[in-house]
């Protein structure tokens, strides 16, 4: 059973923009929080940006400025608005859900892929 589902991912010039969406299902309730993760070829997973359910966000310092993370009324959706990118940004990004529990939920990623 697929829980969390992302899209928008896609191919993007320097300096363009994407708009990544996740969307939990129904047997993901209570969340808490959800998050935005990517990882490169060779490298690890790091985190990117996050939002609670009070609506406190978190960024990491390298998408400062640059990304935007927003959620639905329902806060089973989440999206990272992604302007002015570089080919640094190139990752698969996942999305994670926590729900009340630490019990975490994440998505299969969506591939980015910045390049000229």
């Known amino acids: 059973q697929v829980q969390l589902v992302e899209s928008g991912g896609g191919l993007v010039q320097p300096g363009g923009s994407l708009r990544l969406s996740c969307v939990a299902s129904k047997s993901v309730f209570g969340i808490v929080a959800m998050a935005w993760y990517r990882q490169a070829p060779g490298k690890e997973r790091e985190l990117v940006a996050s939002?609670?359910?009070?609506?406190?966000?978190n960024y990491a310092d390298s998408v400062k400025g640059r990304f935007s993370i927003s959620r639905n009324i329902a806060f089973n959706s989440v999206y990272l608005q992604m302007n002015s990118l570089k080919l640094e940004d190139t990752a698969v990004y996942y999305c994670?859900?926590?729900?009340?529990?630490?019990?975490?939920?994440w998505g299969q990623g969506t591939q980015v892929t910045v390049s000229s």
């Open positions: 994670k859900a926590v729900r009340s529990g630490q019990i975490a939920y």
């Open positions: 939002i609670y359910s009070g609506g406190q966000t």
